[in-house]
């Protein structure tokens, strides 16, 4: 790390603005879901245990960064940022489920289905998605115009169509399968790339972005999103089950399609930084002060959960 | 029915009626839903199954049925009306699934676990989902603030306080358990109630309805959507399985809660009947010509499936 002084600093200073970000749309979520006080309480005990289980709010972050760059006022990207984290928060409870990758830890802590059941996670999962377009209808406070372009945009990347339920599909109908780098390439845009670009584009769309700008970052959403995935796979292989908070390895052992297995530690490690580089790259042609975006993507395929 | 002459002729034009919406929903559906060239086609392939398995339509034919009352333009009218359709699909679909009511058989045909095993029934149901609110930000032709409303509207209808999730909470949490007929009520208030309710409100509100006419259909839509579930209960008790198209009797065999448990079969049909006319009273109050909702209230307790 020492001959990276400047990447070291980014990353304490990227982390400190995370944590801040984190509380506030902790402080969001906490005000967008049901209290456990309303009927049916189960439902709602549900879906705040897995919304409040620690996540790393990356895509809420992503729309709250890239929103800041244009000036757009917290109170409109709050409750976009909070409704992508719900949508996220669904996915991962319905992928853990016994029928999908039969997962008993995230994030440390046992899944949705271990703590209250398959059905009751079944149907948190069901409401958070819905909650999620419930917020984007009641709570942001863009006009109605910009609320529909927004919804749509989030609506087109949680649906099948290269975005995160096809990408799920996708994923279950190659596991044990030999698979091509390409083929890999279009599950991962799919299953994690869709919801992250997304989160990217809301931010811009919130901010008023030019055409240009915006498709300077949806390139860096892009970019970012893959690198996620990378470092992702790299996490599974090199990092503890205690690091990670889930079962480190299983990718593996589920003889899961990874980038590491396709590519070697080394060749994936090396695609990791080069996606990142292309994100910085991407952001810097806007012309706007992007160092808070570029230090993300480092964030991406530098952290150790 | 020798003695109910007027009833006998509304039952055959309703019927009409219905076989007309019901090809013209099913043209939109076709539409709207993502085809099976598209990838992965197997999601697709599911969410078209457990979509045209040959459902009665019934809630969007509330919707055109009473936005037409107001003059709604069908373009309007048909996305949202189909929204709410795949809505319904989603949640028998989730419904279906061993983990909550394991049932086999839906309208006749296998479950869409059943007949693409239950990872991808769970993703048919969240996509359905999905292309739910994406149909409503993209397909409709409602001026924003409306689709906004409508769009809320739903949302509040689908999610888990006294909506459709909450219901089938609570529905799971009382079987086998000692009911009063308030409860029975809450339940079904919940998990039917609140999208027939909805599906006439959105008709209204497209139309652009009066506040006073909103009322009196909301409440139209609330004895109809009770209404609805007692004979529900009935026909469990008194129709074939091969009428039903699901396994009849069910209910009282896995000590599900039902109006006919609780008031027995005289007691619910009285009930339903009630119900009915208290509907037909209150859409009658808009003055407007609702005679088409009055026989669909009608059929409603009148089916045989």
């Avoid at 705040?48 to 709250?64: E, H, M, Q, V």
């Avoid at 749509?152 to 596991?175: C, P």
């Avoid at 992250?196 to 919130?206: D, F, H, L, S, Y």
């Avoid at 889930?246 to 590519?263: E, I, M, N, V, W």
């Amino acid at each position: 790390m020492t001959q990276f002084p400047s990447k070291t600093k980014a990353l304490s200073e990227i982390k400190e603005y995370f944590q801040q970000k984190i509380r506030q749309v902790d402080q969001w979520l906490e005000q967008l879901l049901p209290t456990t006080e309303q009927t049916p309480a189960t439902i709602h005990e549900a879906m705040r245990y897995s919304t409040f289980a620690g996540g790393k709010r990356l895509r809420p972050i992503l729309t709250i960064a890239t929103g800041e760059i244009f000036g757009a006022p917290e109170q409109e990207l709050l409750p976009v940022a909070c409704s992508l984290e719900m949508i996220h928060t669904y996915s991962l409870i319905h992928d853990d489920l016994p029928a999908m990758d039969n997962d008993d830890l995230r994030r440390g802590m046992p899944t949705c289905h271990i703590k209250f059941g398959e059905a009751l996670a079944i149907l948190a999962g069901d409401a958070l998605l819905t909650q999620a377009f419930l917020t984007l209808a009641d709570y942001s406070t863009a006009n109605a115009e910009r609320k529909v372009r927004v919804l749509s945009e989030i609506a087109h990347a949680a649906a099948t169509t290269k975005a995160l339920i096809g990408g799920q599909v996708l994923d279950i109908q190659f596991e044990g399968k030999p698979i091509t780098g390409p083929m890999l390439e279009e599950i991962h845009r799919a299953k994690t790339g869709a919801l992250i670009r997304c989160a990217v584009r809301v931010g811009a769309i919130i901010g008023g972005a030019s055409d240009d700008d915006l498709a300077a970052l949806t390139e860096y959403g892009e970019k970012a999103g893959l690198a996620f995935q990378v470092a992702d796979d790299l996490l599974d292989e090199i990092a503890t089950s205690e690091e990670l908070g889930k079962t480190a390895g299983k990718d593996a052992a589920s003889h899961k399609a990874t980038y590491t297995a396709l590519y070697g530690l080394a060749g994936a490690r090396q695609m990791a930084d080069r996606l990142c580089e292309e994100a910085m790259a991407a952001a810097q042609r806007t012309g706007k002060e992007t160092q808070l975006l570029e230090a993300i993507a480092r964030f991406i395929v530098e952290r150790r959960s």
